[in-house]
């Protein structure tokens, strides 16, 4: 009775800091659309510095809030099965892609035309290794977790390091995002900035709120209390994988 | 004899991994002290320009490897007392801190004698948040993990908050190094940036390497392998806890 009530309160503390980075992260991509919209003339396709906003809004959307709340899933759908959360973490992730290759194109497409240099700054060095990272870590997590084929063994040890670099490369993406934010103000309000702008300070408070949202994400998922419990079949398997590894397993399993 | 086998393997994966780190962290260290050394004039307390690169320099050493350090002697030195661990942690830290605060007055002391505004970017927004936090941070510690009149329960409590924190810090200091060298480069050489620039290369670089340590310092944290085993004497402090709790415990300890 006591540890059901104590379990409660857990999942009733869980429910208010998903809730608290759901409004974070809708208010970082609100006011990403509210500074470009506003100071920077908005959003269009047509090869002006408007296309240039697409950028920002996309990469906020997708590598930030998407990829934060595909990472949620694990933690706020409690009652779904696993193959249905892996599914829509996987889903979401591949929604997170696509708006990210939409942001990217539209940096990419809006340089050549102007023959403005790609590349050369931090923030797309950051950025693209995210998204290569991004993509591969994508590719993997599908060919071990949702691929038939894998055994449990291979997943086990795939596991850990699918979610440290997930995980990390979230991280990254905010970091990159502040990256991002630096330069834009600091080419188009190098005037002013200095004295708050008050361009430069939504654009700062935007990149607060970012990384307020990442510490809530990865608050919510390192707190062990609210790690899915592990169901019986898989408690099954890994007894039987534990067996096979501490009582002399075959080559391939050893490293676990 | 195969679990032991298992375990010299991890334990020797885990020091060429520090080992790693260590060369990233001073490879970092070098490579800020070169960029401002060899193309910003080097280091002075005259007012100069020159002040300004103390800052860059003392931050990555406090903020970055000093830092960085502090969190690894739990991981470092297994064969350590955990009091002499705690005390280690809390003297690096405390040097990192001094570090900081000269790398802090390098900056300060420099605008109000040239009556450069403060504190308008988000650069300097996340330093501050992050400075005050560190602060905070640091005397919680010795408060709830070097105070002798604390109690084992409080300390559990408080304990996954001090990590999570302490880690989330260190990320976000990264995340700050790396709009400081935004900064500095958008700044300082505006024009030739996008043309590859031998600085902006070497510079970009830095900030690679302090996201690789930093992803370093991360991966060693986390691994479950290489968390120090409890001792005897806590495990049996636990035990009792865990009775106290699961059995209809004070008021003062049901949040755990």
Redesign the interface.
């Known amino acids: 009775m ?2 059901n009530s ?1 379990e409660g309160c857990h999942i009733g503390r869980l429910r208010w800091l998903v809730a608290g980075s759901q409004i974070l992260g809708l208010a970082s991509v609100i006011m990403t659309g509210v500074w470009l919209g506003h100071y920077h003339g908005g959003f269009a396709w047509d090869r002006t510095p408007h296309q240039f906003n697409v950028h920002p809004l996309c990469m906020v959307l997708g590598m930030v809030f998407l990829y934060g709340d595909a990472i949620l899933v694990y933690r706020t759908l409690r009652n779904e099965g696993k193959t249905t959360l892996k599914v829509l973490h996987a889903v979401i992730h591949l929604i997170a892609l696509v708006v990210v290759i939409v942001g990217i194109a539209a940096v990419f497409d809006l340089h050549i035309a102007k023959k ?2 790609n590349l ?4 797309s ?2 950025g693209l ?1 995210i998204i290569i990272l991004f993509c591969l870590q994508w590719v993997m997590g599908l060919a071990f977790f949702l691929f038939p084929g894998v055994t449990y063994s291979l997943r086990t040890i795939y596991y ?1 390091y699918h979610v ?1 670099f997930g995980l ?1 490369l979230f ?2 993406s ?3 995002c ?2 991002g ?3 834009v ?3 188009s309000i190098r005037d002013t ?4 702008d008050p361009q ?1 300070i939504l ?2 408070a935007l ?2 709120v970012l ?1 307020c949202f990442g ?1 809530l994400v ?2 919510i998922l ?3 209390e609210w790690k899915l419990p592990v169901s019986s079949e898989e408690e099954a398997l890994s007894l039987h994988f534990k067996t096979l590894t ?1 009582g ?1 397993s075959p080559s391939s399993l ?1 490293r676990q």
């Open positions: 006591e540890t104590v403005v240099p050369y700054s931090l923030h060095w950051c290794s850990p440290f990390a991280i990254l905010i970091g990159t502040l990256t934010i630096t330069e103000l600091l080419t900035y200095s004295k708050f430069g654009a700062n990149g607060l990384v510490l990865g608050y390192t707190r062990s501490e002399g050893r």
